[in-house]
């Protein structure tokens, strides 16, 4: 088969999840990858065939690549001149839905990572590009049973994991150790991940963990928390886009990653945790506690609760012994269940299903 497979992202968290899919997949499969201008191909294996384009991401380019007919009429006729047998687009942006209709004799495969808007994000072009995706997809893959049941939809839909972000362990540096009463909140910044909370948790550990260190990494507004977090010794703030050189360095520090997210379908910070055997706290929203065994590869607790978290975390600061353990209980499940050739052989048995 050969599979087209479809991209608006050029960097970050939804470039690691395309090119270790594509990856997998090219080991099976013949796979070319349509992307944005600029794509960083770092993370791609060097004989995976990507055309770079010029494609309506942000506002600004969805505009000028729509009105400059040139680009839309170059980005069909590429399609039409691979000639795929499959087209699976990772994500529905609207962008991508408007072309979907002269595309009808393809097969189309739809990842839609986030089932609904995230809360503070801009909610009506999400919303119409996932329903014209939901309209000409020939089938769906979500990441949890949560998600599915959300989608709510007649087509066919397909639970298949995220897999892991191992490639990460190629980065990490020998010299880097884990830092006492140390804890990672990692990712881009959003009000959907609720770091109110576990703020307010560290405030309550301080008084049991004097030396509890919260490390912020991610890119986004601090407004809001800065009263909270700056010049405070119990916070150490990377308020920045992290490349991925740099990713290794937070998660080898942190003794427990923890996701107080309010809302959400999926993350690919839990499969990066895993890869360092850090046990993770998550809350109990979407699809994140299906990939959590709560007690054994990490605690899920309840949502915009901040007692909770903070006691999550004294139970781990205060028993390495199970945290260790946690730890190499979720490395243990990455490679187990969260392989990229095991997500790779579900998504080539749902092509099969549609290939002529």
């Known amino acids: 088969m050969k599979i087209l497979i479809i991209t608006l992202d050029t960097y970050g968290g939804m470039n690691h999840y395309v090119s270790q899919l594509t990856n997998a997949i090219s080991k099976r499969e013949d796979v070319v990858v349509i992307a944005p201008v600029g794509i960083e191909r770092k993370n791609f294996l060097k004989y995976v065939k990507i055309i770079e384009l010029e494609l309506g991401t942000v506002i600004k380019k969805f505009f000028i690549n729509t009105f400059l007919l040139t680009r839309p009429i170059k980005f069909l006729n590429t399609i ?55 309209r000409f997809s020939d089938c769906l893959i979500v990441h949890g049973k949560k998600a599915k049941e959300e989608l709510n939809t007649n ?83 990377h308020n920045r886009y992290i490349p991925d050189e740099e990713v290794p360095s937070f998660f080898q520090r942190a003794k427990i990653v923890v996701l107080p997210y309010i809302e959400g379908t999926q993350t690919g910070i839990i499969p990066i945790a895993y890869a360092f055997k850090k046990p993770v706290i998550v809350t109990d929203v979407g699809s994140i506690p299906e990939i959590v065994e709560n007690g054994k590869t990490g605690f899920i607790v309840p949502s915009k609760d901040a007692n909770a978290l903070a006691e999550a975390i004294i139970k781990l600061l205060r028993d390495d012994k199970l945290r260790k353990q946690m730890g190499e209980n979720a490395h243990r499940k990455m490679k187990e269940e969260l392989s990229w050739d095991k997500i790779a052989e579900k998504t080539i ?8």
């Open 80 to 134: 039409y001149k691979e000639d795929p047998d499959i087209i699976h687009c990772n994500d529905c942006p609207l962008w991508l839905s408007l072309f979907l209709p002269f595309l009808i004799k393809y097969p189309i495969v739809t990842t839609i990572h986030d089932v609904n808007p995230h809360i503070g994000r801009r909610k009506f072009d999400q919303i119409i590009g996932k329903n014209i995706h939901l």
């Open 155 to 237: 087509k066919k839909c397909y639970i298949i994991p995220h897999g892991d972000y191992s490639f990460f362990l190629n980065d990490r540096k020998d010299d880097i150790d884990e830092e006492e009463n140390s804890i990672l909140f990692f990712g881009r910044i959003e009000k959907y991940k609720g770091l109110e909370y576990l703020i307010e948790a560290v405030s309550h550990i301080s008084n049991d963990f004097p030396e509890i260190k919260l490390i912020i990494a991610g890119s986004g507004h601090l407004r809001g928390y800065k009263n909270n977090i700056l010049n405070d010794k119990n916070f150490e703030v």
């Open 349 to 356: 048995e749902v092509y099969k299903e549609f290939y002529i």
